[in-house]
């Protein structure tokens, strides 16, 4: 079946402007998960949402990021008044159900100019 | 706080070498440990997951071990192919709370030479 979608695949944007990236879990899966890949700063949860609970959002870096999940599936990850430290890969992850394998997609590289 | 670290940072072999690949984890409190391969400029490839219950998983050419008491992990890859080449991370999942965040290592860069 079709694995985790992202898009767009490549964002690039002026300071200040608002992005919205999407996510596309695997069909089915309860779990969804949102990381940032920064150079030289490896992986960093942002949120995460399993079913109808609320998000686990520790990981978000400051009020300018939010994120919803609409129906239990798609999610949109959203950035306010971009800054240039954020630019970075922008990963989804999706997983079956607790403690079982996340699956990620190919990522969302976001570039603030 | 848990804090995941990789040893190498960075690994060139020839090809046909069996090799071991390093993690350790601050916090011996896990749920799982899950290695991943990332290809440059791609997402993750889940590799390998293993429960706290287990002491290794296997998958083809990889076996991936876990000593939960000593905080620490081995990736084997045996008889490397210039395929292998990637960076491999390796993640855990606390086994405090309700979330189910994974704490990645920086990864360890992997080369294997034709």
């Known amino acids: 079946g079709a694995g985790v979608s992202q898009s767009p695949s490549n964002k690039v944007t002026e300071k200040g402007k608002d992005v919205e990236l999407r996510c596309d879990p695997i069909?089915?899966?309860?779990?969804l998960y949102w990381y940032r890949q920064s150079l030289g700063q490896g992986l960093e949860f942002l949120i995460y949402?399993?079913?109808?609970?609320?998000?686990?959002k520790s990981g978000l870096p400051s009020d300018r990021f939010s994120a919803e999940r609409t129906g239990g599936s798609v999610s949109t990850l959203t950035i306010q008044r971009t800054q240039q430290e954020d630019s970075a890969v922008y990963l989804c992850a999706s997983s079956g159900y607790r403690g079982r394998e996340q699956y990620f997609g190919p990522g969302t590289r976001l570039t603030v100019t | 706080k848990q804090e995941v670290t990789q040893i190498p940072a960075a690994l060139s072999v020839p090809e046909g070498e069996n090799l071991v690949l390093n993690c350790s984890f601050t916090d011996s409190a896990i749920y799982n440990l899950q290695w991943f391969r990332q290809d440059p400029g791609k997402g993750l490839t889940s590799l390998l997951l293993?429960?706290?219950?287990?002491r290794e998983q296997t998958s083809g050419r990889l076996n991936a071990s876990l000593d939960k008491s000593s905080g620490r992990s081995t990736l084997y890859i045996a008889a490397s192919q210039p395929g292998d080449s990637a960076t491999y991370l390796c993640a855990v999942r606390d086994q405090q709370g309700g979330s189910e965040k994974l704490v990645f290592g920086k990864g360890t860069k992997l080369t294997v030479n034709p």
């Open positions: 949402f399993q079913g109808n609970s609320a998000p686990d």
């Open positions: 069909s089915g899966h309860t779990a």
């Open positions: 293993i429960q706290s219950s287990q």
